[in-house]
C-alpha cells in the first residue's frame, strides 16, 4: 500500500534560520508531489508541485524552494525564514495510474513551523 | 477560472443535530469533487468524492450530491457527534490538469 511520510513533525526555528522539510512516498512510482501550507484558522496555499524528478512548479513566489532529487522524495526548504513563514505544512502526492477519473490527493500528516 | 465558495465559519451544533456545509464552484469543465476533513493536528483526509452530474458520494454517514444545475456539493450528515468536529474542505479538480482548487474551509465545532 502507497504511504508518505513527513518530517520533522514540528519545529520551532529563529527568523533568519535556513529551513528544510522532508516528504517521501512509499509504494508507488513517478507520483505528482505537493506542497501545501495551511496558515492558522486558514484555508490551503498550493505552494509548489512536481511531475518528475527535477522538474517543480512554483505557485507563488516567495524565500522558498522546493526540489525533488529523486522519485518519491521532495523537499521544502528556506535559506532565511521570515515570521509569516509560520504555518502548518502538507505534503500530498497523487498518483497518475490509479486517476480513475478523480484526482485524488494523499496528505501527509504536515510539519507544524513556527518562527520566532 | 475555477473556483470553489464554502460556507463560513465555525459551524457549532449539538450531539445529533443535523448538519449541512454548502460547497458551490465554478468550472468551465467537468470537474470532480471532493469533500476533504482535516482533524486537529492532522492532515487531510479524503472523505468522499463524486465525479459526474447526480452522483452521490457517501461515508462515515457524510453525503454530498453533485448537482450540476446548482453546481452545488454539500455536505450532509444526519446525526453529528463529536468526533466529527474537524475542518471541512470542499475542492473540485479539473480533468485537464491535476490540481485541486479548494475551498477556504469549515470549521465545524460539535458540543457534547
Known amino acids: 500500500s502507497q504511504t508518505i511520510h513527513q518530517w520533522p513533525a514540528t519545529l520551532v526555528q529563529p527568523v533568519g534560520s535556513p529551513l528544510s522539510l522532508e516528504c517521501t512516498v512509499e509504494?508507488?512510482?513517478?507520483?505528482?508531489l505537493y506542497w501545501y501550507r495551511q496558515a492558522a484558522g486558514r484555508g490551503l496555499q498550493l505552494l509548489f508541485y512536481?511531475?518528475?524528478?527535477?522538474?517543480i512548479s512554483s505557485e507563488v513566489p516567495q524565500n522558498l524552494s522546493a526540489s525533488r532529487p529523486q522519485d518519491r522524495q521532495f523537499i521544502l526548504s528556506s535559506k532565511k525564514l521570515l515570521l509569516s513563514d509560520s504555518g502548518f505544512y502538507l505534503c500530498a502526492w497523487l498518483n497518475l495510474r490509479r486517476l480513475s477519473g478523480a484526482n485524488v490527493l494523499t496528505f501527509g500528516a504536515g510539519s507544524r513551523l513556527t518562527v520566532l | 477560472g475555477d473556483s470553489v465558495t464554502q460556507m463560513e465559519g465555525p459551524v457549532t451544533l449539538s450531539e445529533e443535530a443535523f448538519l449541512t456545509i454548502n460547497c458551490t464552484y465554478t468550472?468551465?469543465?467537468?470537474?470532480?469533487l471532493f469533500w476533504y476533513v482535516q482533524y486537529p493536528g492532522e492532515g487531510l483526509q479524503l472523505l468522499l468524492k463524486a465525479t459526474k452530474a447526480d452522483d452521490k458520494g457517501s461515508n462515515k454517514g457524510f453525503e454530498a450530491t453533485y448537482r450540476k444545475e446548482t453546481t452545488s456539493f454539500h455536505l450532509e450528515k444526519g446525526s453529528v457527534q463529536v468526533s466529527d468536529s474537524a475542518v471541512y474542505f470542499c475542492?473540485?479538480?479539473?480533468?485537464?490538469?491535476?490540481?485541486?482548487?479548494w475551498g477556504a474551509g469549515t470549521k465545524l465545532i460539535i458540543k457534547p
Open positions: 475542492a473540485l479538480s479539473d480533468p485537464s490538469n491535476y490540481q485541486l482548487i
Open positions: 468550472a468551465t469543465g467537468y470537474p470532480s
Open positions: 512536481s511531475v518528475g524528478i527535477g522538474q
Open positions: 509504494g508507488t512510482s513517478n507520483p505528482n
